[in-house]
Nanobody, 115 residues
Framework: QVQLVESGGGLVQPGGSLRLSCAAS????????GRWYRQAPGKQRELVAV???????NYVDSVKGRFTISMDNAKNTVYLQMNSLQPEDTAVYYC?????????WGQGTQVTVSS
């Protein structure tokens, strides 16, 4: 059984930074695809960033140049470094991983950007 455990959310002022972590535990051989989504109140869930085990990266336009997704295969962990945070980045952030032909989701972590 694989579980994804997220950490790193919190309250930050505009212009600040946070790093989210998504650690996969259990029978993990390797993470094939890692993604971060976010969902703001009253809005649909949005794909923020993608990383694959072959090194492919992709970002939604609104975070390009500010967010960086990365993956540590030895730790089975996907990260999201978020810089220059703005109030519109406020949302619950969810990680997703494709591991051994199955989809897994984290429980979500709240990110609030406010002065």
């Amino acid at each position: 059984q694989v579980q994804l455990v997220e950490s790193g959310g919190g309250l930050v002022q505009p212009g600040g930074s946070l790093r989210l972590s998504c650690a996969a535990s259990g029978s993990v051989f390797s993470i094939i695809v890692g993604r971060w989504y976010r969902q703001a109140p009253g809005k649909q869930r949005e794909l923020v960033a993608v990383i694959t085990n072959t090194g492919h990266l992709n970002y939604v336009d609104s975070v390009k140049g500010r967010f960086t997704i990365s993956m540590d295969n030895a730790k089975n962990t996907v990260y999201l470094q978020m810089n220059s945070l703005q109030p519109e980045d406020t949302a619950v952030y969810y990680c997703y991983a494709f591991i051994t032909s199955r989809d897994y989701w984290g429980q979500g972590t709240q990110v609030t950007v406010s002065s």
